[in-house]
């Protein structure tokens, strides 16, 4: 069955995920991040990408991106895979594919949910009960900045600068928004949005989405299969 074609808007950030192959560890030792953290950083830079918020896991890496370019996050994803793959492989002595398929990817209506976004991504390892605290955690964006460790990996995104006027008010301000849980209703949509290659946000965004790439970026009401194009419910698109 023939696949919906993806798409990437310059300037236009979106939450990516990619797992291990079968949900298995790309992660062997704390060596193997620290790779991946510097190749990652190489590769943003040299396809124009913009880091906002990581964290990598054992088994699975989030990632908050802006693309300059509609090419952008498709080359660095390809630059980083390639590298990393051959990297371990090389040095575990092992062969084949680590990553599960192709990574997932969701626009995200950046002054809704851009800061939600952060937190959940940076909760990564609370909610997997690998550290009590994000700031516990040492591979992730939350020390950048709630307590402004220098990072290479991450570039400030205009709404993180808007939450201050020095660096002390914005990570003052940004351990504060960690004081609340995030809203579970935003926790799902953002986990349907991202496995499913939809937009995240209001209507308006989706349709600014929309018109912007010439295709659908919702999933159609239940019930009403479209006509014109493939049952998405069995594609992959990202």
């Known amino acids: 069955m023939a696949r919906l074609g993806r798409y990437f808007l310059p300037d236009q950030p979106l939450h990516v995920i990619q797992r291990g192959n079968n949900r298995q560890a790309v ?119 709630a307590n402004g460790t220098p990072d290479p990996l991450v570039g400030d995104h205009d709404l993180y600068r808007r939450l201050g006027r020095t660096d002390a008010e914005r990570q003052a301000a940004y351990r504060t928004l960690f004081h609340t849980a995030l809203d579970p209703e935003f926790v799902d949509a953002l986990r349907t949005a991202t496995n499913g290659g939809w937009a995240l946000g209001s209507d308006a965004f989706r ?13 159609l009401p239940k019930g009403r299969p479209s006509k014109d194009e493939p049952d998405e419910r069995q594609i992959n698109l990202l």
Not at 62 to 69: A, D
Not at 88 to 111: C, H
Not at 207 to 219: N, Y
């Open 207 to 219: 349709q600014q989405i929309a018109d912007a790439l010439k295709r659908r970026v919702a999933p």
């Open 27 to 145: 992660f062997f030792d704390e060596e193997d991040t620290r790779r991946y953290r510097s190749i990652l950083a190489e590769a943003a830079g040299a396809c124009g990408c913009a880091i906002h918020a990581y964290v990598l896991m054992t088994n699975h890496v989030h990632l908050l991106v802006t693309p300059s370019r509609a090419t952008s996050l498709p080359r660095m994803m390809q630059s980083l895979g390639r590298r990393y793959v051959r990297e371990i492989n090389d040095t575990y002595k092992r062969t084949g594919t680590l990553w599960e398929g192709r990574y997932r990817a969701a626009p995200i209506d950046s002054e809704a949910y851009f800061l939600a976004c952060c937190r959940y991504i940076e909760l990564n390892p609370v909610r997997a009960r690998m550290a009590a605290h994000p700031g516990d955690y040492p591979w992730s964006s939350y020390r950048a900045h």
